[in-house]
């Protein structure tokens, strides 16, 4: 079984709403309170790639994860920063597939010319937190009982990591579309794929 990170596409969209349904029907990681069908999921990521990168992980035939970015704000003054996500299929975890799909995103995120990537996780979550922190995120604030949900109001912790030099006057970043384009795309692409252990999924028994 092999490893391969590519753009996700609209046909991908019944596996991400697999795995995301987890999320929203049985915690707090997902604010949403209704998962979304594989409408609704092909419609963010055709929306979400206008602009900026949604990828996918494949091992063997299976999506075992994917990451996207999303502006952080939509002033003007935010446009060099965005929010990131990364969810794992519970069959792949602890095979490096969510860190392979950052160092592929950041790469892309970096050559658009974005500057922050900030990550907002529910609190407790110590495997997300190790996960970012072992990218080079650093926390910088958390939102204390923002969220209610199951009965219980939920803490955002916030994580940013610098994706590259903040300069004096930094250029407007390009859309996705741009960097596809470019020479070096597919290895920004397959960034992440030498540290995925590309081996068999751990057992959910």
């Not at 446009?79 to 975890?93: E, K």
């Not at 407790?124 to 923002?146: A, I, K, T």
């Amino acid at each position: 079984m092999t490893a391969r990170i590519r753009l996700a596409h609209e046909g991908d969209a019944d596996a991400i709403a697999s795995i995301y349904a987890p999320s929203v029907d049985a915690t707090a990681v997902s604010f949403e309170t209704v998962a979304p069908d594989r409408q609704e999921m092909a419609r963010r990521v055709s929306r979400t790639m206008q602009a900026l990168p949604w990828l996918v992980c494949d091992l063997g035939e299976q999506v075992a994860g994917y990451a996207y970015a999303a502006r952080h704000n939509e002033r003007s003054a935010y446009q060099w920063s965005v929010n990131t996500s990364v969810y794992i299929d519970a069959r792949f975890q602890r095979r490096g597939v969510g860190r392979g799909l950052y160092l592929s995103l950041f790469a892309i995120l970096a050559a658009q010319g974005y500057v922050n990537a900030y990550a907002g996780i529910t609190l407790p979550n110590p495997g997300s937190v190790g996960l970012h922190e072992s990218m080079g995120f650093e926390e910088v604030g958390v939102y204390r009982n923002v969220g209610f949900k199951f009965g219980a109001w939920h803490d955002v912790g916030w994580w940013q990591l610098a994706l590259r030099e903040h300069e004096k006057s930094p250029r407007a970043p390009i859309d996705l579309a741009a960097v596809v384009g470019q020479s070096g795309w597919d290895a920004l692409l397959a960034r992440g794929e030498p540290v995925i252990t590309a081996s068999s999924p751990t057992s959910t028994r």
